[in-house]
């Protein structure tokens, strides 16, 4: 994956553009993060605005020459969107396709019309997560929420038993794996292999996914019982279409790049040997960009022919899918800048040095930082970015499982707790018809177990691999 490796970070470390000691590096990320999180909780500024006013002031604070600083974001904000550009763009484009062609409700119909009665929250949950995988976060929660406010009426089922298991597996996937833009970023600063990090991400999402949805679903139920808002269930987009692609094809197209990022780790693991055709072949075949751009190919039969879709519908739809994702490609952006303005300033050296003397293991250290930016400034990918800056440089001497489970535990840090600095809790609240406090007692509660759970499933995985 492009971008910056463990040995580069180790390198920048050992050269800091400051030469102030550990007292004031410290003082400076607290100063730098404290600028961020005013800015965007106080002042409402943008992330992307707040991140590079941060990356400026944590120089400062930390006494180093401003052109050197600007010279540090401006490395960090191009090598990391040139490493996760591409990717966010491709996956943007597939989940337009999925959207717009109808391929999710044909998912979304196939399943229900084989499930009942108890199996219902499961297969909320089975849905949500095949169709999170491609999709960011909320254009996931526009896409199902139509069909969990349908189900949970016609059903007559408790809106939080069919709501909070479509939820848990979109937030899963949002926050453990990749392509999403969190993991992405953490993977590219920490230097962890993709596809390792995918395999453990699934391992862990499994056991996450089923105690935050289903299971904790009976509780939620119990604690806010809602019936759907009529007003909320708008018309679906593929209700218009004449013709909408099969089941399987939509399936398969979807988990297409997955099964070919998993392949690349399973031959990794099985050849290990870099100059071996087949490993060779695997590494091309099982890169990010070349599996979701295979994706995104496929699709355009799979899904926009399909649906009948004209060559000049295809571009259009392609097109529109761009624009949306422009503000989460300059956070991202910004995010890498200010993470190489620690890592240049000398922070991760810093960390590196001091966690010598701690006893908490790099792991935790990771969930702690990214938990404290989370509840901070209520975004999960910022959360990721600066805690995955602070920590690359613990992952220099770690095994690439360990390496993988750390950009795992970031991103479960990344997404505790939820609460009202986060725009995905208005989101939810305004769907589902809840007050703050409902909002709070099942959203915010369901987020917390996700990052719990995904953390003990880290560190257990840890003892293991």
Known sequence: MTGLSVETLAADAAEPIT?????????????????????????????????????????AFAGAPLDKVITSFSTGLGSTVAGVGVLIALGAILGKLLADSGGADQIVDTILARTSGRAMPWAMVLIASVIGLPLFFEVGIVLLIPVVLLVAKRGNYSLMRIGIPALAGLSVMHGLIPPHPGPLVAIDAIGADLGVTLALGVVVAIPTVIIAGPLFSRYAARWVDLPAPESMIPQRTSDDLAKRPSFGATVATVLLPVVMMLAKALVDIVVDDPEHTVQRIADVVGSPLIALLAAVLVGIFTLGRAAGFTKGRISTTVEKSLGPIAGVLMIVGAGGGFKQTLIDSGVGQMVLDLSKDWAIPALLLGW?????????????TVATISAAGLVAPLAADMSTTHAALLVLAIGAGSVFFSHVNDAGFWLVK??????????????????TIISVVGLGSVLLLSLIV
């Open 19 to 59: 030469s102030a000691g550990n007292a004031q590096l410290g003082l400076a990320v607290l100063g730098g993060i404290a600028v961020i999180v005013l800015l965007i909780t106080v002042f409402k500024l943008h992330a992307f605005l707040a991140l590079t006013l941060g990356s400026l002031a944590l120089g």
């Open 368 to 380: 702690l930082i990214a938990v404290v930016i989370r509840l901070a400034t209520g975004s999960a």
């Open 430 to 447: 305004e769907y589902f018809g809840m007050s703050v406090g409902q909002t709070l007692k099942t959203w915010s509660v369901m987020e």
